[in-house]
């Protein structure tokens, strides 16, 4: 394990300067560093935090801090809203939390917020709870010293320091000097240094996967240097190269030998090695007996590294593989942009048909809250549908509330690749600021966003959440194809919440559909650049797949965890895994004469658990009100779970590092009861958010409070508050059409009404009648109209 003195000074200088202004990223709007306004009451309950009450919340913890002797420095890493109880929240908006039921009377609420700050002087963290007062004021009422085992997530600015650190190291720069690569070409992504028990947990430690551009805005992913970093956040130290662990180097002078550890490569394998699972001869095999950290040599001798790893120095990859159309007209011979693309205009021209009123939208019967976290990056909350007068609550919140993307190489260090993406990073920290007329087209509604800068200032996206109509095709038709039959025609007009987040190399573009027949669908879009690493001429790869030349992309997963927080007609549900079932009768008998039977098991899910998807029964959940049925179904009303579309299994080991820490992964459906604290000074509502904990870098096993540890408690989940975790996924086969960008995949989880409505809702959509449709060839035959003589024609 690494010395806790490690880095050869008793006590390191931090690696921030809490005063200065931050960098403001190229996804981010601007700084807004001091409060103008503070606002006396809020609009709705669930309103995010304005740049304004940020700044005032960072200020006031400042003054507070002074008070404290043991608190030497203050970085800010979150600043968040306490959301208030459940209950409380839908009194105040009159929303009944039982069929039929009149709405309970409104009681007072207390804005919360919650800030995580780091103390770089002392090497740890504090979380702090605030009420805003009667008089705009915003008071601290708890601050608690977080355990030396959990770390906030990582902030913007910790990722741009990473880079520095490793940039402008000697060692790391005598390494780049050895292939040809200068000081001023070395680029890095930082990364949590995921599972490495090495570390001591204490120490706030970051990997540094690092690149070498060789142009201004080139593609630096397409140059991976052949080796990984490993730095301390709060002190800035580069602790290691490679994989040892145990030397480090302070900062600047080398007080300390940095081991030069490489890890082992893939080389084609001898006739006697076989595949120990199948007993087949093997195809390749690795310069070293294992795939754990090589054996460390004390010493800056690179070649007796090398040597212990019995590998050679890789050299990065020179081709330019660039994404900048004119950037491409240099690099690549021949390139021209296609110029045969018509324009193709998004026109709506009386305007939306949305109306959006501060954070609260209302489209097509739906009515939301819309709001911006740092972690979930949009949250959906208080979400109705307006069935003919009666107001129905379907979902109190819909969000993403984490994300994990596990590697599949063995060989270290690439098994420390399993970045919690949201947990980690944060979802809203990392998002875009979007593009009128690029990133949504159309007439479009903005949402801002902010969060907190390290000093305290907020950190503002201007243009974060983007909303507007499209339309997706037909919603429903029929036509009697008799002589003289009529038929109609409605096209389904959808409703599009939308996000897009840039994670280092990866972009994730999250879409929230709401559609006129009552569903909802949260679709996934992956894109951005593939994560690889050097491979030298005719290496094996067998876990990954060589895009270009000496350029490895890894196998990889994705998995996402989405928190339902269902209200079906009110809070007491109930959720119901359905298997469909052959009939067990043979054919030619007489309950199955012609063998073609089958039913559907409906099974309550009575404890809080998971549950896994199964192809064989083609099995879905649904989540029910059991105090209220359907007229003609008897059936109780709900919402089906669609995640057929993104039901992926798990390919780690369920021992593995990163099950261990993320037990989310191990069942698609996860039930549990909600539960909220009544703590005035810690705050009040769920406790229930973060399937894999709350405090999620370095942890190394299951955290207390994540979905694993939950079920355990066995509680009741029948006509309860419920919360329902599904767990989404893909898994990626790098191709070489993938490179040098990923076209956009996509994983789609619906929500259905089921027994829900009365009948199709959809039914009083009006027919199309789009007059500006016109033949695309003059020349050609132009079909009928689609309103001819009051009848549709197909």
């Known amino acids: 394990m690494l010395p806790d003195g490690a ?26 560093p001091k409060p103008t306004a503070t606002p006396k009451v809020f609009k709705h309950p669930l309103d995010p935090l304005t740049a304004d009450e ?115 190291h000697p060692t790391i720069q005598k390494l780049a000097k050895e292939v040809g690569v200068e000081p001023h070409q070395i680029f890095c992504d930082g990364w949590s240094i995921g599972y490495d028990d090495r570390f001591p947990q204490h120490r706030r430690v970051q990997q540094a996967l690092t690149f070498a551009p060789f142009s201004e805005h080139d593609n630096l992913y397409a140059h991976p240097f052949d080796f990984v970093p490993v730095i301390d956040c709060h002190t800035g130290e580069l602790l290691h190269v490679g ?62 590294s090398l040597k212990a790893s019995n590998r050679e120095r890789i050299p990065v990859p020179r081709t330019a593989w660039d994404f900048l159309p004119d950037l491409m007209a240099k690099t690549e011979e ?31 019967n739906w009515k939301m809250h819309i709001a911006f976290t740092h972690r979930e990056g949009i949250a959906l909350s208080t979400i109705t549908y307006n069935d003919h007068g009666v107001i129905r609550p379907i979902f109190y919140r819909l ?88 038929s109609q025609t409605v096209r389904r007009r959808r409703l599009v919440v939308s996000m897009v987040c840039t994670l280092a190399n990866y972009e994730y573009i999250w879409n929230y559909h709401f559609y006129q027949d009552g569903s909802i669908e949260f679709e996934i879009r992956l894109t951005g650049i593939l994560s690889v690493f050097a491979v030298k001429d005719g290496e094996p790869t067998p876990f990954g797949t060589k895009v270009a030349p000496n350029i490895n992309a890894h196998f990889h997963q994705h998995f996402f965890s989405v928190r339902v927080d269902p209200m079906i007609d009110g809070l007491k549900n109930t959720v119901i895994e359905s298997d469909i079932i052959p009939l067990e009768a043979p054919t030619g008998s007489a309950e199955n004469y012609a063998g073609n039977a089958f039913t559907q098991r409906d099974t309550p899910v009575a404890m809080e658990g998971g549950s896994s998807f199964d192809y064989a029964k083609d099995r879905r959940w649904r989540i029910v009100n059991r105090g209220k049925k359907h007229y003609s179904s008897q059936q109780y009303v709900g919402y089906t779970l669609g995640v057929k579309g993104g039901a992926t299994p798990m390919m780690s ?25 009544q703590d005035e000074k810690k705050g009040t509502g769920t406790t229930r958010m973060w399937p894999a904990g709350k405090y999620v870098p370095q942890t190394r096993e299951e955290p207390e409070d994540s979905v694993g540890q939950w079920v355990k408690g066995g509680l009741d989940v029948v006509d309860e508050d419920l919360l329902v975790f599904l767990t989404l996924g893909t898994t990626h086969i790098p191709r070489p059409e993938d490179w040098p960008v990923m076209p956009a995949e996509n994983i789609v989880v ?38 001819k003589n009051g009848q549709h024609a197909s």
């Open 7 to 32: 880095g050869g000074a008793s006590s390191p200088k931090p690696a921030f300067n809490v005063n200065a202004v931050p960098a403001v990223p190229a996804t981010a709007t601007g700084l807004h």
């Open 54 to 168: 940020i700044a005032a919340i960072s200020h006031t913890i400042r003054v507070h801090a002074t008070t404290q002797k043991h608190i030497k420095s203050l970085t800010f890493i979150t600043c968040d809203l306490v959301p208030p109880p459940k209950r409380t929240v839908l009194a105040y908006l009159g929303i009944p939390i039982e069929p039929g039921a009149k709405p309970e009377a409104p009681t007072r609420i207390v804005r919360k917020a919650t800030s995580d700050f780091l103390d770089t002087l002392n090497g740890c963290a504090y979380n702090v709870v605030l009420d805003l007062n009667d008089n705009a004021q915003w008071v601290v009422t708890d601050i608690t010293r977080l355990s030396e085992t959990q770390h906030p997530q990582i902030s913007v600015e910790e990722l741009i320091e990473a880079e520095n650190v490793v940039k402008n």
């Open 243 to 304: 994989m040892s662990a145990n030397g480090v180097s302070g900062t600047g002078e080398l007080t300390y030998r940095i081991l030069l550890d490489f890890p082992a490569v893939y080389v084609n394998a001898s006739h006697k090695t076989t595949n120990a699972a199948n007993n087949e001869k093997a195809t390749h095999e690795l310069t070293l007996p294992h795939s754990g950290p090589p054996v460390s040599i004390p010493t800056e001798d690179v070649e007796k």
């Open 334 to 364: 021949g390139f021209k942009q296609r110029s045969d693309l018509k324009p193709l205009h998004v026109v709506q021209p009386e305007g939306v048909s949305f109306k959006a009123d501060g954070h609260v939208l209302e489209w097509q």
């Open 399 to 486: 969000s993403l509330a984490e994300m994990v993307v596990p590697y599949g190489v063995p060989e270290h260090p690439h098994p420390r690749k399993f970045a919690f993406d949201s947990g980690e990073y944060g979802m809203g920290t990392m998002a875009n600021e979007l593009s009128l007329g690029c990133d949504c087209l159309g007439q479009i509604h903005y949402m801002p966003g902010c969060f907190v800068a390290h000093n305290g200032s907020a950190m503002v996206i201007k243009n974060v959440i983007c909303i507007h109509e499209e339309d997706n095709g037909v919603l429903w038709k029929h036509t009697d194809y008799r002589p003289n039959g009529r």
């Open 653 to 677: 080991k369920e021992d593995g590092w990163a099950a261990k820490r993320a037990k989310f992964l191990t069942n698609t459906v996860w039930v549990v009861k909600d539960v909220e604290q």
């Open 750 to 787: 619906h929500f259905k009404p089921n027994s829900f409505f009365k009948a199709n809702p959809s039914m009083d959509v009006p027919g199309s009648k789009d007059p500006l449709s016109v033949a695309a060839f003059k020349d050609k035959v132009d079909s009928p109209s689609c309103c």
